[in-house]
Nanobody, 120 residues
Framework: QVQLVESGGGLVQPGGTLRLSCAAS????????MGWYRRAPGKERELVAD???????NYADSVKGRFTISRDNAKNTGYLQMNSLKPEDTAVYYC??????????????WGQGTQVTVSS
């Protein structure tokens, strides 16, 4: 079993910054893709950004140029640096990881979510 624990959410004013972290633990042989999703009130969950094990990144158009995803493979931890935050970034942010736990077992896991609120 694998656990993902997010941290770093909170309340910030428009234009502010936050850094989310996602620490993976448990039966981990390797982590393929790590990603961040978010669900705003009344909206469906959407991909914010993801990153492969070799550092190839992908961003939603709405966050390009403002958010940066990164990871530390040695620590099994992913990060989402969020700059120039806007009220429309308000959502619950979820960490997601595709984890290989053995030669024949790969599964997708989700964190519990962390609230990000952008408001003056």
């Amino acid at each position: 079993q694998v656990q993902l624990v997010e941290s770093g959410g909170g309340l910030v004013q428009p234009g502010g910054t936050l850094r989310l972290s996602c620490a993976a633990s448990g039966s981990i042989f390797s982590i393929n893709v790590m990603g961040w999703y978010r669900r705003a009130p009344g909206k469906e969950r959407e991909l914010v950004a993801d990153i492969t094990s070799v550092g190839v990144t992908n961003y939603a158009d709405s966050v390009k140029g403002r958010f940066t995803i990164s990871r530390d493979n040695a620590k099994n931890t992913g990060y989402l640096q969020m700059n120039s935050l806007k009220p429309e970034d308000t959502a619950v942010y979820y960490c997601n990881a595709v984890v290989k736990s053995g030669p024949l077992y790969t599964a997708r896991y989700w964190g519990q979510g962390t609230q990000v609120t952008v408001s003056s």
